[in-house]
């Protein structure tokens, strides 16, 4: 797992860093004393970790998470106050400072089974077999352009064809990969690559309007990485 270490304090770097240096499965990629260097950084290139301290010069950790998408954060601060307010934002651990070897194991063994279902979630996931009639259709992923509710059942639409099946938006969403497809709407789900533009709230896919929710605007801002 590619990660990052984001604090202003010196000392506080060099101790998280000594304790990824424990961790095989970490590959430290670069130390950046502040959030905006570390925004350069995922820009540029893939990273799957961040360790992140909340209090710091310029932008705080949390503006960070809410303006960049990075698949895992764990914080490391020294105020445990913030924590409510980091789990809300859907971090993946949060790490009171002075940093303790067991804790730092423990966080970072959370993250990388996050990680390794994703990525096998992401590597299985190349179709789905769709009930019509008395027979299943296989669909690519590819294929699908968005997803929306009616009711009991869910339409999944193909830039050819609409296919209809019982099923939940909850269950649909657990079967498309994350990386591809993004819930928009309570009745919504969207291939990220099919988005033509977005206006407001709406997005445009081909001649298709769909109305993004508050409630998954800031979702919708990290999974393309908005600026």
């Not at 060099?14 to 925004?39: F, G, H, R, W």
């Not at 019509?132 to 352009?145: A, E, G, N, W």
């Not at 009991?152 to 498309?176: F, N, P």
Request: glycine content about 0%; charged content about 30%.
């Amino acid at each position: 797992m590619k990660c990052i270490i984001v604090d202003d304090e010196k000392m506080s770097q060099m101790m998280v860093q000594k304790c990824v240096e424990q961790v095989p499965y970490l590959d430290l990629v670069a130390t950046c004393d502040n959030a905006i260097e570390a925004s350069e950084i995922i820009r540029k290139m893939e990273i799957d970790l961040v360790f992140l301290d909340i209090e710091m010069p310029e932008m705080t950790g949390i503006e960070f998470v809410n303006n960049f998408s990075v698949p895992q954060i764990i914080f490391i601060t020294s105020k445990p106050e913030f924590a409510t307010e980091a789990f809300d934002l859907d971090v993946t651990d949060y790490i009171v400072k002075p940093v303790d070897l067991v804790r730092f194991l423990k966080a970072v063994s959370k993250a990388k089974d996050k990680y390794d279902k994703e990525t096998s979630r992401t590597i299985e996931a190349a179709h789905v077999f769709i009930k019509q009639d008395s027979r299943y259709v296989k669909l690519s992923m590819d294929q699908i352009q968005y997803v929306e509710a009616l009711a009991d059942y869910v339409s999944i639409y193909t830039k050819e064809k609409r296919y209809t099946i019982l099923s939940t938006m909850k269950a649909i969403e657990a079967k498309l990969p994350p990386s591809q497809f993004v819930r928009v709407h309570r009745s919504f789900i969207v291939r990220i690559d099919q988005i033509k533009e977005i206006e407001d709230n709406t997005i445009a896919i081909g001649e298709k309007l769909i109305p993004v929710s508050r409630s998954y605007r800031d979702h919708l801002k990290k999974s393309l990485n908005m600026l």
